[in-house]
């Protein structure tokens, strides 16, 4: 046993560098997509919050605005449960959008279904995923 011990490298070997955590950590700007969501996700609070003012809706709708922001912030800190949070808004508005269209054939609600679509996708990235806290 201690000839092992003497066999191993002198303590005079160099050791590789030592990697910040700052290095490890994510960085957001690796994910432009992610600040657009979470203004996009800011947008759509506004409007609930602009909806109810204006009383097309109840105050009920208020819970909406509150999870909206909370999405967009998270996601501003690469935060996981932001993540799940925005995804599930983001495919509920992609059915919401694409069963308005089918029944009231309104263009505008096919290009922001396809909007949200293509967020979703973004989403779902594997690399994305990784990158989460």
């Known amino acids: 046993m201690n000839a092992d011990i003497k066999t191993q ?4 070997a160099k050791l590789p560098p030592r990697v910040s955590r700052k290095a490890q950590r994510p960085r957001l700007l690796q994910f432009p997509g992610l600040i657009a969501i979470s203004f996009y996700m800011l947008l759509l609070a506004a409007i609930s919050i602009v909806s ?3 009383q097309r809706f109840g105050p009920a709708y208020l819970l909406f605005s509150v999870l909206f922001i909370a999405s967009a912030l998270g996601l501003l800190l690469l935060l996981r449960w932001a993540w799940a949070l925005s995804l ?3 495919a509920l508005l992609v059915g919401l959008f ?3 269209y089918t029944t009231r054939h309104n263009s505008s609600s096919l290009v ?3 909007i949200n679509l293509v967020i979703f996708l973004y989403l779902m ?3 994305l995923r990784e990158k989460l806290r």
């Open 125 to 127: 990235r594997t690399d």
């Open 52 to 54: 109810v003012v204006n």
């Open 98 to 100: 694409l069963w308005t």
């Open 88 to 90: 599930a808004a983001v």
């Open 112 to 114: 922001q279904g396809l």
């Open 9 to 12: 490298a002198p303590h005079s």
